[in-house]
């Protein structure tokens, strides 16, 4: 009978000592019980259905059964945790760039008179330190044709540094030359041809021919690209200036030219030009 007792609690003793191990606790095995010792150690020995099952549960991180729903959750919670930590984190919306603030600007605008007064339509205002680093256009290549013995156009504005092209439009030869600041003379142009010259000093060149001397055309060089020819009327307006103080300065053809300061300050401000000889 008692051999029957010590079997029956043998029995019952290996699937609790198996539960505990998976829960993460050692069975209870004691020194006067050397039965369960062996049965321990059986235990841990695989049988062939958990040898096959052992791939899968490496792959999937949950140990071989008897496992209880606790250890399972347990488990699947630990692999997941990796995946999570590993989210990139959204960017904030302070980290994001701020566009640049745009520069304050405002218009200068007025009028220029002259004597005689029908030279007041080829005014030109320009600001003698208009700034560098923001300038309205790039320096552009100015065309200026000798065409049925005159210069067109009659008043032309480039900027230090452009490139001038002098193209003769008539059936016969040309000569470009001129007296004032830097002094050049092209030589004479042949029927389709072209000669260019690169100013580098500011200044109005009066533009000349030694073949006719009925010629007469003016080139007015300016500092900076901020410029603006005046209309029929003499009205200027020179637009999109950013603030700042600048000097402004009023031409026209046989006149004397005329400077002024003007403080730009986000609205208009307004100038006028009395010139004469």
Same mark, same amino acid.
């Given at each position: 009978?008692?051999?029957?007792?010590?079997?029956?609690?043998?029995?019952?003793?290996?699937?609790?000592?198996?539960?505990?191990?998976?829960?993460?606790?050692?069975?209870?095995?004691?020194?006067?019980?050397?039965?369960?010792?062996?049965?321990?150690?059986?235990?841990?020995?695989?049988?062939?259905?958990?040898?096959?099952?052992?791939?899968?549960?490496?792959?999937?991180?949950?140990?071989?059964?008897?496992?209880?729903?606790?250890?399972?959750?347990?488990?699947?919670?630990?692999?997941?945790?990796?995946?999570?930590?590993?989210?990139?984190?959204?960017?904030?919306?302070?980290?994001?760039?701020?566009?640049?603030?745009?520069?304050?600007?405002?218009?200068?605008?007025?009028?220029?008179?002259?004597?005689?007064?029908?030279?007041?339509?080829?005014?030109?205002?320009?600001?003698?330190?208009?700034?560098?680093?923001?300038?309205?256009?790039?320096?552009?290549?100015?065309?200026?044709?000798?065409?049925?013995?005159?210069?067109?156009?009659?008043?032309?504005?480039?900027?230090?540094?452009?490139?001038?092209?002098?193209?003769?439009?008539?059936?016969?030869?040309?000569?470009?030359?001129?007296?004032?600041?830097?002094?050049?003379?092209?030589?004479?142009?042949?029927?389709?041809?072209?000669?260019?010259?690169?100013?580098?000093?500011?200044?109005?060149?009066?533009?000349?021919?030694?073949?006719?001397?009925?010629?007469?055309?003016?080139?007015?060089?300016?500092?900076?690209?901020?410029?603006?020819?005046?209309?029929?009327?003499?009205?200027?307006? /020179?637009?999109?200036?950013?603030?700042? /103080?600048?000097?402004?300065?009023?031409?026209?053809?046989?006149?004397?030219?005329?400077?002024?300061?003007?403080?730009?300050?986000?609205?208009?401000?307004?100038?006028?030009?009395?010139?004469?000889?």
């Amino acid at each position: 009978m008692k051999r029957i007792l010590a079997l029956l609690l043998l029995a019952a003793a290996g699937p609790l000592a198996s539960l505990s191990a998976c829960e993460g606790e050692p069975p209870a095995v004691s020194p006067e019980n050397p039965t369960a010792a062996s049965a321990e150690v059986t235990s841990a020995t695989p049988t062939p259905t958990e040898q096959a099952s052992a791939p899968a549960a490496a792959a999937t991180g949950c140990p071989p059964p008897p496992c209880s729903p606790a250890t399972v959750a347990a488990v699947a919670s630990v692999s997941a945790a990796p995946a999570a930590s590993a989210a990139p984190e959204a960017p904030s919306a302070s980290s994001a760039t701020a566009p640049p603030e745009p520069i304050p600007r405002g218009n200068i605008v007025g009028t220029v008179t002259t004597v005689p007064a029908s030279l007041k339509g080829q005014a030109v205002v320009y600001l003698e330190d208009g700034p560098l680093e923001d300038q309205p256009a790039r320096l552009q290549t100015i065309t200026i044709s000798n065409r049925q013995m005159n210069f067109i156009p009659y008043i032309s504005v480039a900027a230090v540094g452009a490139k001038v092209v002098f193209a003769n439009e008539d059936p016969f030869p040309h000569n470009v030359f001129s007296p004032d600041n830097e002094k050049f003379n092209l030589g004479n142009i042949p029927q389709n041809g072209a000669h260019t010259h690169v100013f580098k000093t500011p200044g109005a060149y009066s533009l000349l021919c030694n073949l006719h001397p009925g010629m007469l055309g003016y080139l007015l060089v300016t500092p900076s690209t901020w410029h603006v020819r005046a209309d029929g009327k003499g009205h200027f307006d /020179m637009k999109h200036v950013p603030n700042g /103080m600048y000097k402004a300065t009023g031409w026209a053809p046989r006149q004397t030219p005329v400077t002024q300061t003007v403080t730009v300050a986000n609205g208009d401000v307004t100038l006028t030009f009395d010139l004469h000889r």
